[in-house]
C-alpha cells in the first residue's frame, strides 16, 4: 500500500514539474532588448498620406498536389496563380513547402509521382505567375518522402520547382527604402525515408553553422524574416538551437502542421527572444494563404482565405500582439499622421470605414493602388490599449471588417495562448525521449521487482488489490512470461524494430533512437513517440492480460472456463481488450508490409514477431500446467472469491 501511495506521489510530482516547465517557458515575458525598443523608433520616415516606404508579399503554404484525391484542389491553386496574384501584385510569394502530397493511393505509402510535380510546374507556366512576381518555393516533408539523395532522379524539386534551391539560403528584397533579407531554414531530411519518418525536420551541426552565416548577413537589413516548412517544434537542431539562429529575425513563417485536424485554426506564438513564430494553416484543406507587409519597417499580416474578398490588411497603427519591440520601430506610430490600410478586391472598392473603440472616425481616401489612408491623432489614444476595426465594402456588395488591438506607447506586450505557443515552440522530441525513457524503466523494474519481492500470504477472502499484486507476482516468478517479455520490453528500446526498404532500393533499420539508412543515421524522433505507443498500448496491456489470465489459471481456468470462474461481464470485456491490442499490432505489421516492403514485414521483431510473441504467451497462460502454477494453486486453494 505504501509503495503504491509513493508512486502516486512520484508522478503527480513530475506532472507538477512538467506543468511548471510548460508554464514557465511559454508564459514568460519576452526579453526587450534595449529600454528604448528599435534604435530607429524615434526616428524619421513616419507613416503618412502617401504610398512610400511599403511593399507586401505572400505566404502560402502545404499545397499537397494529389493526382487521387481533390482535384479542385489544383484548379484552385491555379486560380490563386492568375486572379488572386493579380488583385494583390505581391513583391514576392513564399511558398513553404509540401508543394505535392506524394502519397500512394491507400494514401499508406508515400512515393513521388512525376505527374504531380508536373502539375505543379504547368500550373506555373499557365498563370505566367512568375513573370509577375518574385516566386518562392521551398521543399517539406512530403516533396523529399522516399528521395534517396538530393541528385537522385527522383528529386524531383530540382527539376520541377520554380526556384529550385537546395539547402538554406538568404534572399535579399532590394527597395529604394531599404533591403529586407528574407532567410529560409532548410531542415528537410536527405536521404528522405518514406512516412511517416520525416515528420521532424533535422538540422546537424553543419546546417547550423551554415545558418550562422547567413544570419550574420542581415546585420545591414532593415528588416529579417526567416521561413521554412517545419514549425521549430518539429526541428531537431544542433547547438546554438534553431530559436536562437533566428532571434535578430522578427518572424518567422512556416507551415506542416496544418490546423492539427481542425483543433487549432490559428497556430502563433512568439520565441523568448521576441521572434514570431507564425504557422501558416494549409492550402491543402482549409485554402489559406497570407499577405503580409512592411510599412516603414513596422510588419504586420493578415491570414485569409482563397477567394473572399476585399482582403484587407491594417498596417498603421498595427496589432500589438503581433508587435516586437526590439525588432520593428514602433515608435514610428505614435509620430504617424494617418491610419495606413491595404484593400484588395478584383471589383473597385467603394468604401474603406475605419472606427476605433466603436466610434466610427471616418472613410480612409484611397491613395494608390491598394493603399487607402485616413488622418488620425496618434496622441489621443496615447494610453491604454484601444481597437480598430476597419470595414471594406466593394462593387459586388461583398463587406468584410477586419480588426484588432493596438497600443500607441510601445512596450506594451500581448500574450499568445498558451497551447498554440507550447504546440509551435515546445521541444517535442525531448519530451518525447524522457517519457519513452520512463514508461521503459517503470516497465522494466515492475517486471523485475516483482520477481524478486517475497511474495505475500494470501488471505482467506483477497480483495481486487491482493490480488493483483499477487498476480504480478505470479507473472514474475514463472520464467516462461519473465524472461521473453523482459527481453521484448529491453528489445524494444535496443534492437532494430524492422529492417526494410526505408527508401525504395535501399534498406535500413528503424531503431526507436533513430534511423540507420545508406550509411546515414537519422537521428530518432517521431519513432519515440511511436515507441511511447508501443510500450502503453501493447507491451503493458499485454502484461496485464497475462496476469488476469494467469490469476485464473491458478484458480483452475482454461480458456473455455473463464466464464464459470468471473462471469460474461469481465471476460468478454477482457477478450475484446486483447483482440484490440492484437489488432492494432497487426494493423501496423500491415502499414509496414504496404510501406516498407515484405522483408520490413517478416524482419520486424519489434511488429511480426511480438504478434507471435504474443499468441505464444497469451496460449502459454491459458493452458500451462507447470510445478510453479502447481504450488500457486495449492495455495489459492482455500480462498474465497467476491
Ligand atoms: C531602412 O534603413 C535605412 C538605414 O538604416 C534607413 O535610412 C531607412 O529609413 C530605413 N527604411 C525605413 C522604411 O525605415
Known amino acids: 500500500m505504501l509503495r503504491l501511495f509513493s508512486m502516486v506521489i512520484a508522478a503527480g510530482l513530475s506532472l507538477a514539474c512538467l506543468t511548471a516547465y510548460v508554464l514557465e517557458n511559454y508564459t514568460v515575458q519576452p526579453t526587450i532588448s534595449g529600454a528604448g525598443g528599435h534604435p530607429r523608433a524615434g526616428q524619421p520616415p513616419y507613416p503618412g498620406p502617401g504610398m512610400d516606404n511599403i511593399f507586401w508579399f505572400i505566404q502560402v503554404s502545404d499545397i499537397h498536389i494529389s493526382r487521387f484525391v481533390d482535384p479542385q484542389r489544383t484548379l484552385d491553386f491555379q486560380k490563386f496563380c492568375t486572379e488572386t496574384i493579380d488583385v494583390i501584385k505581391p513583391a514576392i510569394v513564399f511558398v513553404t513547402g509540401d508543394l505535392t502530397d506524394a502519397k500512394t493511393k491507400n494514401k499508406i505509402g508515400s512515393v513521388q509521382h512525376e505527374i504531380e510535380w508536373q502539375t505543379y510546374q504547368t500550373i506555373l507556366k499557365q498563370s505566367r505567375v512568375l513573370e509577375k512576381t518574385k516566386w518562392i518555393d521551398i521543399k517539406g516533408n512530403h516533396d523529399t518522402f522516399n528521395v534517396p539523395s538530393l541528385k537522385s532522379a527522383n528529386n524531383y524539386y530540382r527539376k520541377y520547382s520554380a526556384f529550385r534551391r537546395e539547402g538554406s539560403f538568404h534572399y535579399v528584397h532590394q ?68 530559436q536562437q539562429v533566428m532571434s535578430t529575425a522578427i518572424a518567422y513563417l512556416c507551415g506542416h502542421l496544418h490546423t492539427l485536424g481542425g483543433l487549432m485554426p490559428v497556430l502563433h506564438g512568439r520565441h523568448s527572444q521576441g521572434t514570431l513564430e507564425l504557422e501558416l494553416a494549409d492550402w491543402m484543406e482549409n485554402r489559406k494563404y497570407r499577405i503580409l507587409a512592411f510599412d516603414h519597417d513596422l510588419f504586420s499580416f493578415v491570414d485569409l482565405t482563397f477567394d473572399k474578398w476585399p482582403a484587407t490588411l491594417i498596417t498603421n497603427p498595427k496589432s500589438t500582439l503581433y508587435s516586437s519591440p526590439g525588432h520593428e520601430p514602433l515608435g514610428k506610430i505614435k509620430h504617424s499622421t494617418h491610419i495606413r490600410i491595404l484593400v484588395f478586391s478584383p471589383s473597385q472598392i467603394t468604401s474603406v470605414l475605419v472606427s ?6 471616418g472613410s480612409a481616401v484611397h491613395i494608390r493602388g491598394p493603399l487607402f489612408s485616413l488622418l488620425w491623432r496618434a496622441e489621443d489614444y496615447s494610453s491604454g490599449m484601444h481597437y480598430i476595426e476597419v470595414r471594406a465594402q466593394d462593387t459586388a456588395g461583398r463587406t468584410t471588417i477586419e480588426g484588432h488591438e493596438f497600443a500607441v506607447e510601445e512596450n506594451r506586450v500581448l500574450h499568445f495562448d498558451i497551447v498554440s505557443s507550447f504546440i509551435l515552440l515546445a521541444h517535442h522530441y525531448i519530451m518525447a525521449r524522457v517519457v519513452f525513457v520512463m514508461v521503459l524503466l517503470a516497465n522494466i523494474m515492475l517486471i523485475i521487482a516483482f520477481r524478486y519481492q517475497r511474495k505475500p500470504q494470501l488471505k482467506e477472502s483477497p480483495g481486487f488489490f491482493t490480488l493483483t499484486i499477487f498476480s504480478f507476482h505470479m507473472f514474475s516468478k514463472t520464467s516462461v512470461f519473465y524472461y521473453p517479455v523482459l527481453l521484448f520490453t529491453c528489445y524494444t528500446a535496443v534492437g532494430p524494430w524492422f529492417i526494410g526498404e526505408v527508401i525504395d532500393g535501399r534498406f535500413g533499420a528503424c531503431f526507436v533512437f533513430g534511423i540507420v539508412v545508406d550509411g546515414h543515421f537519422l537521428e530518432g524522433s517521431l519513432t519515440f513517440f511511436i515507441g511511447i505507443l508501443q510500450l502503453t498500448f501493447f507491451n503493458i496491456p499485454l502484461i496485464c492480460y497475462l496476469c488476469w489470465c494467469l490469476l485464473l489459471r491458478c484458480r483452475g481456468a482454461c480458456f473455455r472456463t473463464h466464464v464459470k470462474y468471473v462471469g460474461w461481464i469481465r471476460t468478454v470485456p477482457m477478450h475484446l481488450f486483447l483482440a484490440a491490442l492484437l489488432l492494432w499490432q497487426v494493423y501496423a505489421c500491415y502499414f509496414l508490409l504496404i510501406t516498407y516492403g515484405t522483408a520490413a514485414f517478416f524482419l520486424s521483431p519489434v511488429r511480426t514477431w511480438s504478434v507471435v510473441l504474443a499468441v505464444g504467451l497469451v496460449y502459454k497462460a491459458w493452458t500451462l500446467n507447470n510445478s510453479a502454477i502447481r504450488t500457486f494453486k495449492t495455495e489459492m486453494k482455500n480462498c474465497r472469491y467476491s
Open 356 to 361: 476605433i473603440d466603436g466610434m466610427t472616425i
Open 175 to 242: 527597395t529604394h527604402f531599404g533591403n529586407y533579407s528574407f532567410i529560409c531554414a532548410d531542415a528537410t531530411l536527405s536521404p528522405g525515408p518514406k512516412r511517416p519518418f520525416n515528420f521532424f525536420g533535422l538540422l546537424n551541426q553543419n546546417k547550423m553553422n551554415e545558418l550562422s552565416k547567413l544570419a550574420s548577413e542581415t546585420v545591414h537589413s532593415n528588416q529579417t524574416i526567416w521561413f521554412g516548412h517545419y514549425t521549430t517544434s518539429t526541428i531537431i537542431s544542433a547547438s546554438p538551437g534553431i
